[in-house]
């Protein structure tokens, strides 16, 4: 079910981009959107998102172990701070707008400018919705609760959805920076807004059914705040790190996107990498994140009991089964790209050549889309073990790495290739982050299970050749006979995906991958008529 919630959250998601590109397009309108849209995620991730993940869960199924009644007293405090803090940083963010889009967009000039500036003031608001969702989310995954926060992001990619129709509907024509209207900002402006509003209060029924009642509580007892700052320090430091090479990656991004459009060379910059990343981020949720989510409880309480032997299957476990779904979805994403991009954004306002250029950046993610899969998993380790230090240590690597190429390929590649270099270097730095994570657990967890996870990627290597070629020949083969265009790109990703899909399986059968068989096990038991 967390599966499925996953899988129908990024397929709304994925018309929701696809809807918001060909109202937007990829030009200076959607830069200005989409750089101030992301800025609230990003100050919401510095200051609350990586404590969450990194210290809330932990410390809560620490404290309900060791007492039912104190671990609910707990859960009331820290809400309490959280909804004052993500209050407190709302409003902050919304006055620092302009220095915001000073840092993520320099480039920007005139009504561009001024635009993203009143979009991220208005989109501050979200901070505190990410906040409250994310923390009711947290608390539900320390009860076993782990559906509705798979579903509840649905409801805000409907609602955007709509947002971007009606937008479609009331506009006549290329809308620019200089020829949008206030009411056009209004209604993308509340929109955005309202959709994740809806996502919060669609988790309020699934915490009350869980027993949660918050009572605003300050009374926090000796130690307590010391434990989440002595483990938050090292999460902030993580994720300012992180987030200092997206600022400068962004930035880069979009001065590229002013110069492609004076050099005439095409929409270039940030929009159709931020699209392609939507993409890409789509095999990773639907079962990295399944995964992770349900592992971090379990590996929390058996570190917590000093069970190293269980955390180190339960990690394993994990890799093998996201990378049986992940590496495979990748290799569709890397042949297929182009028929992706075609036949999702090239519409509206996005023609095909703009629509390509996201193919091309998708085609970088898909290298990195294992890498950074296992990179994540490995983080949660850490976290399980409360050791958010680590995770701070490696990230200097990783960002260093990600930025240094960034800074190189901008400074060598064409403008028309920045984008896609800048993607390959986020490959590289992930590929770099597992590499270090993997040195480091295998002496803090006395080994890392191996020999099972290479043996069972080896197979899996072997297992996807023929998917490559079968994907390849449906792409060559409808060019050829249809042209191409969206008809073609339709037929390639349909024929493509499924027939390739299909020899993926049995080869891994072949070949007797057994999370392959636990995978279709575990899905063929919930289909209807099935025990």
Same mark, same amino acid.
């Given at each position: 079910?967390?599966?499925?919630?996953?899988?129908? +959250?990024?397929?709304?998601?994925?018309?929701?981009?696809?809807?918001?590109?060909?109202?937007?397009?990829?030009?200076?309108?959607?830069?200005?959107? @989409?750089?101030?849209?992301?800025?609230?995620?990003?100050?919401?991730?510095?200051?609350?998102?990586?404590?969450?993940?990194?210290?809330?869960?932990?410390?809560?199924?620490?404290?309900?172990?060791?007492?039912?009644?104190?671990?609910?007293?707990?859960e009331?405090?820290?809400?309490?701070?959280?909804?004052?803090?993500?209050?407190?940083?709302?409003?902050?963010?919304?006055?620092?707008?302009?220095?915001?889009? %000073?840092?993520?967009g +320099?480039?920007?000039?005139? &009504?561009?400018?001024?635009l993203?500036?009143?979009?991220?003031?208005?989109?501050?608001?979200?901070i505190?919705?990410?906040?409250?969702?994310?923390?009711?989310?947290?608390?539900? %995954?320390?009860?076993?609760?782990?559906?509705?926060?798979?579903?509840?992001?649905?409801?805000? %990619?409907?609602?955007?959805?709509?947002?971007g129709?009606t937008?479609?509907?009331?506009? *006549?024509?290329?809308?620019?920076?200089?020829?949008?209207?206030?009411? &056009?900002?209004?209604?993308?402006?509340?929109?955005?807004?309202?959709?994740?509003?809806?996502?919060t209060?669609?988790?309020?029924?699934?915490?009350?059914?869980?027993?949660?009642?918050?009572?605003?509580?300050?009374?926090?007892?000796?130690?307590?705040?010391?434990?989440?700052?002595?483990?938050?320090?090292?999460?902030?430091?993580?994720?300012?790190?992180?987030?200092?090479?997206?600022?400068v990656?962004? %930035?880069?991004?979009?001065?590229?996107?002013?110069?492609?459009? $004076?050099?005439?060379?095409?929409?270039?910059?940030?929009?159709?990498?931020? @699209?392609?990343?939507?993409?890409?981020?789509l =095999?990773?949720a639907?079962?990295? !994140?399944?995964?992770?989510?349900?592992?971090l409880?379990?590996?929390?309480e058996?570190?917590?009991?000093?069970?190293?032997?269980?955390?180190?299957?339960?990690?394993?476990?994990?890799?093998?089964?996201?990378?049986?779904?992940?590496?495979?979805?990748?290799?569709?994403?890397f042949?297929?790209?182009?028929?992706?991009?075609?036949? $999702?954004?090239?519409?509206?306002?996005?023609?095909? =050549?703009?629509?390509?250029?996201?193919?091309?950046?998708?085609?970088?993610?898909?290298?990195?889309?294992v =890498?950074?899969?296992?990179?994540?998993?490995?983080l949660?380790?850490?976290?399980?073990?409360?050791?958010?230090?680590?995770?701070?240590l490696?990230?200097?690597?990783?960002?260093? *790495?990600?930025?240094?190429?960034?800074?190189?390929?901008? @400074?060598?590649?064409?403008? &028309?290739?920045?984008?896609?270099?800048?993607?390959?270097?986020?490959?590289?730095?992930?590929?770099?982050?597992?590499?270090?994570?993997?040195?480091?657990?295998r002496?803090?967890?006395?080994?890392?299970?191996?020999?099972?996870?290479?043996?069972?990627n080896?197979?899996?290597?072997?297992?996807?050749?023929?998917?490559?070629?079968?994907?390849?020949?449906?792409?060559?083969?409808?060019?050829?006979?249809?042209?191409?265009g969206?008809?073609?790109?339709? !037929?390639?990703?349909?024929?493509?995906? *499924?027939?390739?899909?299909?020899?993926?399986?049995?080869?891994?059968?072949?070949?007797?991958?057994? &999370?392959?068989?636990?995978?279709?096990?575990?899905?063929?038991?919930?289909?209807?008529?099935?025990?």
């Amino acid at each position: 079910m967390m599966a499925v919630g996953t899988l129908a +959250s990024r397929i709304t998601g994925f018309l929701r981009s696809v809807i918001l590109v060909a109202a937007l397009g990829t030009a200076a309108l959607g830069d200005a959107y @989409n750089t101030a849209n992301t800025i609230p995620f990003i100050v919401y991730d510095l200051l609350l998102g990586g404590i969450l993940t990194a210290v809330v869960v932990p410390l809560l199924v620490r404290a309900r172990e060791r007492d039912p009644v104190y671990g609910r007293q707990y859960e009331q405090r820290l809400f309490t701070l959280a909804l004052t803090g993500l209050a407190v940083m709302a409003a902050v963010a919304a006055l620092l707008a302009p220095l915001l889009i %000073n840092i993520y967009g +320099s480039d920007f000039q005139g &009504e561009q400018r001024d635009l993203a500036v009143l979009f991220a003031r208005l989109f501050a608001v979200q901070i505190f919705f990410l906040g409250v969702s994310a923390f009711a989310g947290a608390i539900l %995954n320390t009860r076993q609760r782990f559906v509705a926060p798979m579903w509840a992001p649905v409801l805000n %990619n409907i609602v955007i959805c709509v947002t971007g129709v009606t937008f479609l509907l009331v506009t *006549t024509g290329k809308v620019t920076p200089e020829s949008i209207t206030g009411t &056009e900002v209004a209604l993308l402006a509340t929109g955005t807004i309202g959709g994740i509003a809806v996502q919060t209060l669609a988790l309020w029924p699934s915490l009350r059914g869980s027993g949660f009642r918050w009572r605003p509580r300050f009374d926090f007892r000796r130690g307590e705040l010391g434990q989440i700052g002595g483990m938050a320090i090292w999460t902030l430091a993580y994720v300012v790190i992180t987030q200092a090479g997206f600022a400068v990656t962004t %930035n880069l991004l979009n001065a590229v996107g002013v110069q492609g459009r $004076l050099e005439g060379v095409g929409n270039v910059g940030y929009t159709p990498y931020f @699209n392609a990343y939507q993409l890409f981020q789509l =095999p990773y949720a639907i079962i990295g !994140v399944t995964v992770i989510t349900a592992l971090l409880p379990r590996m929390s309480e058996h570190a917590a009991e000093g069970k190293r032997s269980l955390v180190r299957d339960d990690f394993s476990a994990g890799l093998r089964l996201a990378t049986v779904v992940i590496l495979p979805a990748a290799a569709l994403m890397f042949v297929l790209a182009p028929d992706i991009a075609t036949a $999702l954004f090239a519409h509206g306002q996005t023609t095909r =050549p703009d629509a390509l250029v996201i193919g091309d950046v998708m085609r970088m993610f898909a290298i990195a889309l294992v =890498p950074f899969s296992a990179y994540q998993l490995m983080l949660r380790v850490f976290y399980a073990h409360s050791d958010t230090r680590t995770p701070a240590l490696v990230a200097i690597v990783t960002v260093s *790495t990600n930025v240094a190429l960034a800074l190189v390929l901008y @400074n060598t590649l064409p403008t &028309e290739r920045v984008a896609m270099g800048i993607a390959g270097g986020f490959a590289v730095a992930n590929l770099t982050g597992t590499l270090v994570c993997w040195l480091i657990l295998r002496r803090k967890l006395e080994g890392v299970d191996g020999r099972r996870i290479v043996g069972t990627n080896l197979k899996l290597a072997v297992a996807i050749w023929p998917l490559i070629g079968f994907a390849y020949a449906a792409h060559a083969v409808s060019d050829a006979a249809i042209g191409p265009g969206f008809p073609a790109s339709v !037929v390639a990703l349909v024929v493509g995906s *499924t027939g390739g899909g299909l020899l993926y399986l049995v080869f891994a059968r072949l070949l007797r991958v057994a &999370e392959v068989q636990t995978l279709l096990s575990t899905v063929t038991s919930r289909l209807p008529g099935r025990s």
